[in-house]
């Protein structure tokens, strides 16, 4: 009886994501706890299987839709190569939440030390804390220019020349690599998904923002306060490519660490944190950094190059 139960619980809940928008708050919260739907309903179909092979049957179908709704986010791809001839400009790219409560700057200086990036962007870094942080970065001889966000606690970092174009709702920026200007949008979403925090609509004027610019290189990191299940990323699908899904570990949770606020875990549960990037971008490789650097998110880095076609020849006399 108690199996019937389960079967229909499930059942429902693919029924219901079917059927109800994506917006709706409970169907939101879901996604944050879908991989602890998606480990009980395969433990479920095993047991079924082995157990009551006739009800594993009916259970199929449900156990199918859920495994290709859960991983079919993290499903890797590979970008084709342009068939015109290129050169590459390789550019590198990390994207961290440093956690506003964290007070081991030193910490986090020496992770970006250790891994040097054209362009970081970093969440979380409140104005109270802002000097002590920019002195652990001369501490460690870290040569980079940046742009801050006194109300929204965002950080952009570059060895490379660096020109702010906006900081509120979220931190814009111009990086001059080489011969290429790339247009640079660090964020920290809104962490609730009621509509009363607008959490959509701050992704909607994003969006809107990103498609407007006129620069030929886009950039996109930060905290996005959502899992790949819910319905914000695919809103940039036609503009930007996720790194995440190309090359290593497409799946990389990013939160939480065993010093996280609220839910300390030694495995992280959520992936929240994103780069992505536009097409005449060339993703080579991802990752999630092991290091956190005590803070309850980790780091995540991309590797790229841009594509750019060869210079024409000229003729000399």
Known sequence: MLTRWLIVLVYLIVLLELLLDDRLVGIRYLHFAYLAFYLTTTALFVYLVIHQQQKGLWFLPAFLWVSFHYLQPFISSKLAADKQDTYDVPVSILSFSVNSRNRQYQQVAHLLKQYPADIVCLQEIPFSRYHLFIEQLQA??????????????????????????????????????????????????????????????????????????????????????????????????????????????????????????????????????????????????????????????????????????????????
């Not at 606690?153 to 174009?165: C, R």
């Not at 886009?218 to 790949?228: A, Y």
């Open 140 to 317: 460690a001889k870290l040569n980079y220019q940046h742009i801050y966000s006194k109300k929204k606690s965002l950080m952009i970092l570059s060895p490379h020349p660096i020109t702010p174009k906006k900081t509120i709702p979220f931190l814009q920026a111009t990086i001059d690599i080489g011969n290429n200007k790339i247009r640079v949008w660090n964020i920290h979403s809104p962490k609730s998904l009621t509509r009363k925090h607008f959490q959509r609509f701050y992704f909607e004027k994003l969006k809107q923002d990103i498609e407007s610019d006129q620069s030929p290189l886009k950039l996109l990191c930060g905290d996005f306060n959502s899992t790949p299940h819910n319905d914000i990323l695919p809103m940039f699908s036609g503009i930007l490519q996720r790194a995440h899904l190309y090359k290593t570990q497409p799946i990389a949770f990013t939160y939480p660490t065993p010093e996280a606020d609220h839910i300390p875990s030694p495995i992280p549960l959520l992936k929240i944190d994103y780069i992505l990037l536009n097409k005449p971008f060339h993703i080579d490789r991802y990752a999630r950094l092991a290091q956190y650097a005590h803070s309850d998110h980790y780091p995540v880095m991309a590797h790229a190059t841009i594509r750019s076609a060869l210079p024409t020849p000229v003729n000399k006399p």
